[in-house]
């Protein structure tokens, strides 16, 4: 009777786990801490495709989703000129996402207008079209969080949960 093959991608799966350690272990002491803890966090996604797919489909539904509330911020604002549709707008908002976050700027204040802009303009629309509908999501995003901050706040503060305050002197 033949042995039981299995495809290189199940083998990974089934690898046991003295083996994982002693592997993680090596790397600790031949390469780096570092590289020890990307194999543990590699193994513990390998073992849970579940949870990554779950991961991912949050992560699409929130890049829909904010490409989306970009699309209407740009549709607000149009006063008879033309925007991009809303499929090249799943092109340009990730990018000018990239760009909004950019360091040396703080909150990515000026170079995600310009980038929305230049990104707008490579589209064939005009440069001021690109730069409103960012000044238009970052309104909306500010409203959301002073709405959800003053929500917070008004919230009761449970009574075991309540922040006590303790001193390292002795009274």
């Not at 193994?43 to 904010?66: A, D, E, F, N």
């Not at 604002?77 to 040396?104: C, K, Y």
């Not at 079209?129 to 449970?158: D, E, F, H, K």
Request: with cysteine.
């Amino acid at each position: 009777m033949a042995p039981l093959q299995l495809n290189p991608s199940s083998r990974l799966r089934w690898l046991p786990q003295w083996r994982v350690e002693r592997f993680e272990g090596r790397l600790r002491r031949w390469v780096a801490g570092p590289a020890a803890e990307f194999w543990l966090t590699f193994w513990r996604y390998r073992c849970k495709p579940l949870v990554v797919m779950q991961s991912l489909l949050i992560s699409w539904t929130g890049h829909v989703c904010l490409t989306l509330s970009f699309y209407c911020a740009a549709q607000v604002l149009r006063d008879d000129q033309s925007i991009p549709n809303l499929l090249e707008h799943f092109l340009i908002v990730p990018l000018g996402l990239v760009i909004q976050a950019t360091p040396m700027f703080p909150g990515g204040a000026g170079i995600g207008e310009f980038g929305f802009g230049a990104l707008y303009s490579w589209f064939g629309t005009d440069r001021a079209m690109g730069v409103l509908a960012s000044l238009v999501q970052r309104l909306v995003t500010w409203i959301i969080g002073i709405s959800a901050y003053l929500v917070i706040i008004a919230l009761p503060v449970p009574k075991n949960q309540a922040v006590t305050e303790t001193s390292d002197t002795p009274s």
